[in-house]
């Protein structure tokens, strides 16, 4: 088994970071800056900034802030929220970040994910998937744009194929059912993905508990978990969870 990785997930809206439920219900979190630097010295393997109110303001993500994030964090630093062109990608690689996660963009143009991949790379290029399981078939779940406020009738499966065909380097799988819950990732969802590609899949959204953490690598076969509340409200340092995954198993950078 390869190394799993630990990420903490910064959603940033008007430069601090919030947490809420299935998207909604939004409380403050802290000082992204602040936040990134802590996360960056006690262990995170690699961080991520959502500027979560981009697409749907129409407006660019805040490179200023992207940027101060940077100078404070060294470890990989993915950065995504309103992107929709290479040259932007560019900035934001040239801002700090190490990687650029891309969603809506994406869904409106795929060729987005191939043009981004040939010029910088695939392991730059991170696909967002914001996914909602699908009331008219079990089993089946819907890709959602606009920070999750629009769903489209893409299938998550299909996308996450079609994604890892154009360059993405690897998924950023979100439940919207169990974002910020704390019951659990939706790990039937997790395995579907992780079973169509070859490429990594980082499981986000619902973890509540270190036994959330290890199942979501066991039974949802994720590469990576993020996880936020669990972490910006104090409930687990990236420590414990690391120490807890290793004695269960489960390799990780301690």
Request: no cysteine; net charge positive.
């Given at each position: 088994m390869l190394t799993k990785r630990i990420i903490p997930c910064l959603d940033v809206k008007d430069n601090r970071v919030v947490k809420g439920v299935q998207f909604l219900n939004l409380r403050d979190a802290g000082d992204p800056v602040e936040l990134g630097a802590r996360y960056s010295d006690t262990g995170a393997d690699e961080l991520v900034f959502l500027d979560i109110t981009a697409t749907i303001r129409s407006r660019k993500t805040i490179i200023e802030l992207v940027e101060k994030v940077a100078e404070n964090v060294f470890i990989p630093f993915t950065v995504g929220g309103g992107i929709q062109t290479v040259e932007q990608i560019d900035t934001i690689l040239r801002s700090g970040a190490d990687k650029v996660s891309v969603n809506t963009a994406a869904v409106q143009n795929a060729n987005l994910i191939a043009e981004a991949a040939q010029r910088f790379g695939n392991q730059c290029v991170v696909l967002a998937i914001d996914a909602r399981r699908s009331k008219k078939e079990t089993h089946k779940w819907q890709v959602c744009v606009k920070a999750g406020s629009e769903p489209t009738d893409i299938d998550v499966v299909d996308w996450a194929v079609q994604g890892e065909q154009l360059g993405a380097g690897e998924i950023l799988l979100t439940s919207m059912d169990a974002d910020g819950t704390k019951a659990g990732y939706d790990n039937e969802l997790n395995k579907a993905v992780s079973d169509a590609v070859n490429i990594p899949v980082i499981a986000s959204g619902g973890a509540g508990t270190l036994e959330h953490l290890y199942e979501a690598i066991v039974d949802g076969r994720a590469d990576a978990?993020?996880?936020?509340?669990?972490?910006?409200?104090?409930?687990?340092?990236?420590?414990?969870?690391?120490?807890?995954?290793?004695?269960?198993?489960?390799?990780?950078?301690?």
């Open positions: 978990v993020l996880m936020a509340s669990i972490t910006h409200f104090g409930n687990y340092t990236i420590r414990q969870m690391k120490e807890y995954l290793a004695g269960r198993g489960i390799p990780v950078n301690l």
